[in-house]
């Protein structure tokens, strides 16, 4: 049969056999935000699309470039989120959560939509955790933020993936500094690309992030922001390096680290791994404190970061770390006969209740079949019920892989009596 068409160029599926990975990774993620104080936030797939070009910034490849953008039927332009940090602040300054009290601390976990081209560990649609922190200027957020990624990526097995640390100063240093870059890049104005020539007036720091690889080589010998950033700055930059010290995370400086984004301001950081290629930034992110005032709020420094989940995944592969299987199918019913499956009905839904997988079958297969269906899933207990069981009330629950064979009552204590049973033989006990 001809399939009508295939998943979109740059998107992957999750299948039900590779899902378990990424709920590991993410309930890693979900334990330790809660435990640095975030709560999860949730925002809309799409947005308006001048959110997007102010928050982002006009001159970024991601809004010049990279947006999925449509009209809808109503005529308003949208735009799929290439990024988490955008709507958060969006949601933030909407429902006003200030007045809840600051620091608002919120994490999330988003699909995001970038078209750019794809190759090992970039998509154009790929997922991100993120966390976002408002109202605090304190150096001990950033670090704080910086610990928390570090912490993850700890627990994942990925200690050795790289901190990377730069700070890109506040406007009154970045003005000078784009004054510097204006003044180094006009000397190459021929070989500049387009995009580079109108960012050489409006935006001179994007041109050291232009994917282009000649501009890339100019943009390797352009003056470097550690020099330009004022007194404030360099202390605030300071401190950020004092408590990472003192919480022990290793990290090197890096002035040619700017991020591609224009809403960053002073510390800004990635986590790089050599593993997976090209595309080795595991997490990005850094401190923006004029992005809620950009989009129409009141002055609140704020910061976050964001970790690209597919590419997590793909350095746990590289780096051939286990993901814990789930749990197998504790008791599989195989059932002979309609009074069996109405028994098998209700003894499924009391070991469902005791919090253990339970399964059946629901595609009219003969005894064999059914067993060797419950072979093939693993399935850790089996019982097989037919008349004499149902006659007799009490069948025998089979330990699948020693072949033991333990009899139970088909009553309202048969739930319990088969976690006992499970959690006895787990643990090399008799009952
Ligand atoms: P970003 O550096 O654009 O920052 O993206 C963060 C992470 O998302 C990257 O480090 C990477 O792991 C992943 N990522 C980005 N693009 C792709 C792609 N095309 N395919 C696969 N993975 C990708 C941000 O998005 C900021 N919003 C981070 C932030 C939050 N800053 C402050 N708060």
């Known amino acids: 049969m001809a ?60 809004v010049q470039k990279e947006m999925y953008t449509f009209d809808t039927k109503g005529g308003e332009s949208v735009t799929l989120r290439p990024e988490g940090t955008a709507g958060a ?52 957020a950033d670090a704080e933020i910086i610990c928390l990624a570090q912490s993850v990526l700890d627990r994942l097995g990925l200690s050795d993936v790289h901190l990377e640390l730069n700070s890109i100063g506040c406007p009154e240093c970045r003005a000078k500094y784009n004054q510097a870059l204006r003044n180094y890049f006009s000397q190459y104005k021929e070989q500049l690309c387009p995009t580079c020539l109108t960012r050489l007036e409006k935006n001179p720091m994007r041109l050291l992030d232009c994917k282009s690889p000649e501009d890339h080589k100019i943009a390797e010998g352009a003056p470097k922001i550690t020099d330009y950033i004022c007194e404030e700055c360099k202390e605030h930059f300071a401190e950020v390096k004092k408590y990472l010290d003192a919480a022990g995370v290793e990290y090197t400086v890096n002035p040619t680290i700017v991020r591609g984004l224009d809403y960053y301001t002073k510390t800004v950081f990635e ?15 850094g401190r923006y404190d004029g992005l809620i005032e950009e989009l129409g709020g009141k002055h609140m420094p704020s910061l976050g970061f964001a970790m690209g989940l597919e590419r997590i995944l793909l350095v746990m592969d590289a780096k051939g770390i286990e993901i814990p299987q789930p749990e197998p199918c504790a008791l599989y019913i195989a059932t002979m006969g309609d009074a069996a499956k109405q028994k ?9 209740e005791c919090g253990l997988t339970a399964e059946t079958d629901v595609v009219g297969r003969g005894l064999r079949a059914q067993m060797k269906y ?21 069948a025998k629950v089979k330990n699948m892989e020693s072949g033991e064979q333990t009899e ?7 739930a319990e009596k088969f976690s006992v049973l499970t959690l006895t033989a787990s643990k090399g006990f008799e009952i």
């Open 3 to 62: 399939l009508i068409t295939k998943k979109i160029k740059g998107t992957e599926d999750v299948l039900p056999r590779q899902s378990y990975r990424w709920q590991f990774v993410e309930n890693i993620m979900r334990e330790e935000s809660r435990a640095y104080g975030f709560r999860e936030m949730r925002t809309p797939v799409f947005e308006h699309t001048e959110l997007f070009a102010r928050g982002v910034g006009q001159t970024t490849d991601v």
């Open 89 to 140: 602040a969006r949601a933030v300054l909407e429902h006003a959560l200030e007045n809840e009290g600051l620091p608002i601390k919120a994490s999330y976990f988003v699909s995001c939509y970038r078209y750019e081209k794809p190759q090992a560990g970039r998509l154009r649609e790929f997922h991100q955790f993120g966390i976002e922190e408002y109202g605090t200027q304190s150096p001990v």
């Open 271 to 285: 986590f790089v791994t050599d593993c997976i290629g090209a595309q080795g930034t595991v997490c990005g992110g």
């Open 344 to 352: 098998a009905f209700s003894l499924l839904r009391q070991i469902r």
């Open 374 to 394: 419950a072979d093939k899933i693993g399935a850790k207990y089996s019982l097989v019920l037919g008349d004499n069981e149902i006659a007799e009330n009490k």
């Open 408 to 414: 139970l009552a088909l009553d309202e204590t048969f």
